[in-house]
């Protein structure tokens, strides 16, 4: 009995959103930032809010191609959506084309949040 509760929570991780969102630092109280590509910090949470991991931005100061690395990073990661205050063409055509969703929100990452969990 004990390994068919273990394969149901495996199951129910495979199958939840993964949200990245853009910060400027590595708190919730941080606002979400303007420099999808090139932001300090991802924060990774689940569909209910809760964090998952806070991963400092390892590209954030190359030459070119953050935009290309941050969504390997996010397919990588599995995923489903991305959250920044401003998204570029180059990045929203290729989150498109990776059928990964984006949602534009600016403020701190506690009020984005607050309206994830209300819904």
Do not use: P
């Not at 303007?34 to 209910?48: C, G």
């Not at 931005?57 to 995923?79: C, H, P, T, Y």
């Not at 991305?82 to 929100?105: C, Q």
Request: net charge positive.
């Amino acid at each position: 009995m004990k390994w068919l509760i273990g394969v149901i929570i495996v199951c129910s991780s495979l199958v939840s959103d993964v949200i990245v969102i853009s910060s400027d630092g590595n708190k919730l109280s941080s606002n979400i930032s303007s420099n999808a590509s090139r932001s300090d910090y991802y924060i990774f949470i689940n569909e209910k809010g809760d964090i998952l991991e806070i991963l400092n931005n390892s590209f954030k100061d190359i030459k070119g191609g953050a935009s290309s690395q941050l969504v390997e990073m996010l397919k990588n990661k599995k995923a489903s959506h991305f959250v920044a205050s401003r998204v570029g063409e180059k990045l929203e055509n290729s989150l498109n084309s990776n059928k990964i969703k984006y949602t534009i929100h600016n403020g701190s990452i506690n009020t984005f949040i607050g309206q994830l969990v209300k819904q």
